[in-house]
């Protein structure tokens, strides 16, 4: 191999797009609609692997060129979530299935539930960009699950992404770990999960980590749409992921183990074809083999940091058993009875797949298979290794691959993934759990080696390289900080509320935000900040307000509003009836708030004695058909002689659609001319 020219880059940001352009300085890339979706070894390939039964390989194929249909789920609190799902199937769903056919069919298109997916609570809908552009409920549909996407009670995901979050099986007081975690849409699925019973703060928590710093925001901007101060994002290689420490009642240090670990590795991608068209191009049955080495080590690392008895889920978005069974394999025979796969075949009712492959061939790049490694020709040795091959036949009642699941695209219209849940019986070695001490050992040898290196001279020391920007730091509050009292105060906050769990992200000057996490987060960011990177944890929970008329400088923020609403004092809450808060709704003008006079008199009354400054708006609303009835706090601020409520627009579209209100204003309906475009035409054809 050549040397690489001086100041050659390897993934700089305009490597790519000088990759993407030919000599004479045009732009090649093609757009999807021009790719052509055949790869002669690709089909080659997979027909060999008998991935799926002979008499169904042509419909496989065929499935995999068609675009992928859309889906999405319903997110929040029991009493929300009951009422979006009432909005989306008697306001959207009704009249998109009363239009006719998509693409100049005779039939209604296809929208449905999930069936596997728990309350209906998922759905699935075929819709191409021409029916959205030419039917007004289709337009109406797209423009609401933007919106509720934006203020985080929709999620607009993958049907098999899905999938794992659920098999995970993570409950309020689990720690759980997501290695792989971007862009967020599992670790999102995970988060509502660990809130599933409306507690607002629950004892477990979800580390986030992602390799890549910049995919480390994409994972912070998910988070954020959720408000949980139970979410720590962390960015390292999950491969080698350092022990993390916590702290014992009694004060001791011991490593952390985790109750549910996902690992959703790093693959080819090749069951996102129907999304991702671009790989018919790209695709090479190299592509498996150089992961294989990569996925089996962030799987053991998982499997490392998982306690004894807890539940991991290994998952891609690969058909190929490379990079699938051959990895789970490969753990099961290294880790002797440790570890083993759980039979889930019944958990989730309705959902069609197809058992894991106990048999398989592994493949060169020029399409030569081989049953076992001793077949395989020298030249290929460097490649494939002995690990990628099947268990023995007289093994394969003991490692039970026919545990894992395989969602193929023809079964049930949805794209190729591969899942696998395993269970820890004991520890893999002796020293999994050490405590602090033995951390402290290792830092120090590794200091050792940093100096050794040091000394060397300047053209044999290793080039280190700091991807990514320098995070502002973590300064929880102490004791006694000066501004918690004034917040304290004016709040009239419980003594039960734990004040070392808020924090800045600055050591000096004015604070300007204050966030809140849990207190088993605050714990981990304390002891483990000089061992790992985080990028981002805790809720905004009060913010700066720097107003005369105000005796605390700190308003209420929406985005902590629920994690601290059960500790703030009655004083500053406010009962409001539903038009006086669809009146508050429609203000956009924060200069001309509502007057208090103009309200009715409930509110009058409960407002007459309350300080100006930030208080907390309640409306409670019973839903026929659901136990669960709905409940919305929100952030609001009490003038001198006005009421007004602090909220985005997205947000107030979505309170404006669950309380029934008009938003005309902020829906824009390309399908009806506006009231002065009437005017202008009804004045165009009387005068002529």
């Known amino acids: 191999m050549g040397r690489r020219k001086a100041g050659f880059r390897k993934n700089h940001q305009f490597a790519n797009q000088r990759a993407n352009q030919s000599n004479d300085g045009k732009d090649n890339r093609k757009p999807y609609s021009d790719i052509i979706r055949e790869n002669e070894k690709f089909v080659k390939y997979y027909d060999t692997q008998n991935v799926c039964k002979k008499e169904e390989f042509d419909d496989f194929i ?53 069936p596997w997916y728990p309350d209906k609570l998922a759905w699935q809908l075929e819709l191409t960009r021409n029916d959205i552009r030419r039917c007004e409920a289709y337009y109406k549909l797209h423009n609401f699950l933007i ?15 899905m999938i794992p979050p659920l098999l995970l099986d993570v409950q309020p007081h689990h720690k759980v770990l997501d290695m792989c975690a971007a862009p967020g849409s599992k670790t999102a699925q995970i988060l509502e999960m660990l809130h599933a019973n409306d507690d607002p703060i629950p004892s477990g928590y979800v580390i986030a980590n992602d390799v890549d710093n910049k995919r480390c925001y994409m994972l912070v901007h998910q988070a954020k749409r959720l408000n949980s101060p139970c979410v720590a994002i962390i960015n390292h290689d999950s491969a080698i992921l350092p022990n993390l420490s916590a702290s014992l009642p009694d004060g001791s240090i011991e490593q952390v183990q985790f109750d549910r670990v996902l690992c959703d590795v790093p693959c080819s991608g090749d069951g996102t074809l129907r999304k991702n068209p671009d790989i018919w191009m790209k695709w090479t049955p190299a592509n498996g083999l150089n992961l294989h080495g990569i996925q089996s080590r962030i799987l053991r690392r998982g499997a490392e940091l998982l306690t004894t008895g807890g539940r991991l ?23 002797d009875g440790a570890l083993q796969l759980v039979d889930v075949s019944s958990s989730l009712p309705g959902l069609k797949f197809m058992p894991g492959m106990e048999n398989w061939l592994v493949g060169s790049r020029n399409l ?126 419980s003594d039960s509320f734990d004040s070392k769990c808020l924090l800045t992200r600055c050591h000096f000057g004015k604070k300007k935000n204050i966030y809140l996490t849990s207190n088993a987060v605050r714990d981990l960011v304390v002891q483990n900040q000089s061992v790992i990177k985080f990028i981002n944890t805790g809720v905004k929970a ?18 902590g509003l629920e994690s601290i609403y059960p500790y703030i004092g009655e004083s500053r809450k406010v009962n409001i009836p539903k038009e006086d808060l669809i009146t508050l709704l429609l203000n956009t003008n924060p200069e001309k708030s509502p007057p208090i006079a103009s309200l009715s008199e409930v509110i009058q009354k409960q407002v007459e004695g309350l300080s100006p400054g930030s208080c907390v708006l309640i409306y409670k609303e019973e839903i026929e058909g659901s136990e669960e009835p709905l409940v919305i706090h929100i952030s609001g601020w009490r003038g001198t002689t006005s009421l007004r409520c602090y909220m985005a627009q997205y947000s107030t579209v979505h309170l404006l659609r669950l309380l029934g209100g008009d938003i005309s204003k902020y829906d824009v309906n390309k399908f009806k001319k506006s009231d002065e475009d009437e005017d202008k035409t009804e004045e165009k054809s009387e005068s002529q």
Not at 147 to 161: A, D, F, K, L, Y
Not at 545 to 551: A, G, I
């Open 62 to 114: 065929a499935s995999l060129k068609k675009d992928l249909p859309a889906t999405f789920r319903i997110t929040g609190s029991k009493g929300v979530a009951c009422k979006m799902l009432e909005i989306v199937q008697g306001q959207f769903i009704k009249d998109c299935l009363n239009q006719e056919g998509g693409e100049g069919e005779g039939k209604p298109p296809s929208i449905f539930p999930l």
């Open 147 to 161: 919106s509720e996407t934006e203020h985080g009670t929709i999620s607009r995901q993958e049907t098999v992404s």
């Open 542 to 559: 009060f913010v700066r307000c720097d107003n005369k008329n105000m005796k605390c400088a700190f308003r209420i923020a929406n985005d």
């Open 313 to 335: 889920v290994y998952s891609t978005c690969s058909i190929n058993p490379i990079e699938n069974e051959a990895v789970i394999h490969r753990l099961l025979s290294e880790t």
């Open 368 to 493: 030569e298979f081989y049953s076992s490694y001793e077949e395989v020709d020298e030249k290929w040795r460097t490649t494939i290794r002995p690990q990628m091959f099947p268990p023995k036949p007289e093994d394969k009642e003991k490692y039970q691959l026919n545990r894992c699941m395989r969602i193929l695209p023809h079964h049930q219209n949805t794209g190729a993934f591969f899942v696998a849940v395993i269970e820890k019986i004991r520890p893999l070695h002796s020293k999994e759990k050490s405590f602090k001490t033995h951390e402290v050992a290792e830092e120090t040898n590794a200091n050792k080696k940093r100096e050794n290196e040091d000394n060397l001279p300047q053209n044999q020391r290793k080039k280190r390289r700091k991807d990514g920007y320098r995070e502002d730091p973590f300064v929880f509050f102490k004791d006694e900080e000066p501004v918690w009292n004034d917040i304290k105060s004016f709040y009239e906050v």
